[in-house]
């Protein structure tokens, strides 16, 4: 099946510093990307959704100057934490599509912002 | 009301037992439905797709109800490897999960 990486698997920063997190689809071309995030005990709440090439979609309530995303290429897909808070302490999984509705799943990142 | 619900759980049940989750959408246009699983600290994994016409693969078996727009899925002979959270997502031009609904069978 396809596969979706991302990196780090876990980070811990320091309050107002920034953090990078990658996803890459290693075995195809992810023409759509999408940014979750997982708070404990609760479901995942799409962040934004991005297509390659053009300017990622936020959903309502989700700050776009602090979670800035790029995809820059069919298989990579940046978030950045700008500013890390320790509200923004939480598990962040990113997902790929190649067109279909089927999305693949990243192992997701654990952010702990001190 | 939320896009998408789900039983709140948790649900305890024994090996062997026949347990089944039901899950409720808002948007009447959704076009797919699927159920993943999750287990703890670890990303979705997809379980199975829910079709019109309903599906089974093994001891699983989803349905769909769009006049009532809701989806089923029965878990038959649950085994001590089902013990999972399990997710109800329905799709219309994104995915909306449910909260998921936590399963732990007990020997």
């Known amino acids: 099946g396809a596969v979706v990486s991302q990196h780090p698997s876990w980070v811990i920063c320091k309050s107002g510093t920034s953090v990078k997190i990658e996803c890459r689809s290693l075995?195809?071309?992810?023409?759509?990307m999408f940014w979750y995030r997982q708070f404990p005990k609760q479901s995942l709440m799409l962040m934004a959704t991005?297509?390659?090439?053009?300017?990622?979609?936020?959903e309502q309530g989700v700050e776009k100057d602090k979670f800035l995303i790029n995809h820059a290429s069919l298989t990579l897909s940046t978030l950045t934490v700008t500013s890390a808070h320790p509200e923004d302490s939480s598990f962040y999984i990113c997902?790929?599509?190649?067109?279909?509705?089927?999305?693949?799943f990243g192992p997701g990142t654990r952010l702990t912002v001190t | 009301r939320k896009e998408v619900e789900q039983d709140p759980g948790p649900f305890n049940v024994p090996e062997g037992a026949t347990v089944a989750f039901n899950c409720t959408y808002s948007?009447?246009?959704?076009?797919?439905f699927f159920w993943y699983r999750q287990d703890c600290r670890k990303e979705p994994k997809l379980l199975m797709s829910?079709?019109?016409s309903g599906n089974e693969d093994g001891r699983f078996t989803a349905q769909l109800n769009r006049a009532s727009q809701y989806i089923s899925l029965l878990i038959r002979d649950s085994k001590l490897s089902d013990s999972a959270t399990y997710l109800c997502?329905?799709?219309?031009?994104?995915?909306?999960f449910g909260a998921g609904t936590r399963l732990t069978v007990k020997p």
């Open positions: 829910v079709y019109s």
């Open positions: 948007n009447s246009a959704s076009q797919s």
């Open positions: 075995d195809f071309q992810a023409t759509t």
């Open positions: 991005s297509n390659e090439g053009s300017k990622a979609t936020y």
């Open positions: 997902s790929a599509s190649e067109g279909a509705i089927e999305q693949y």
């Open positions: 997502v329905v799709g219309h031009n994104d995915m909306r």
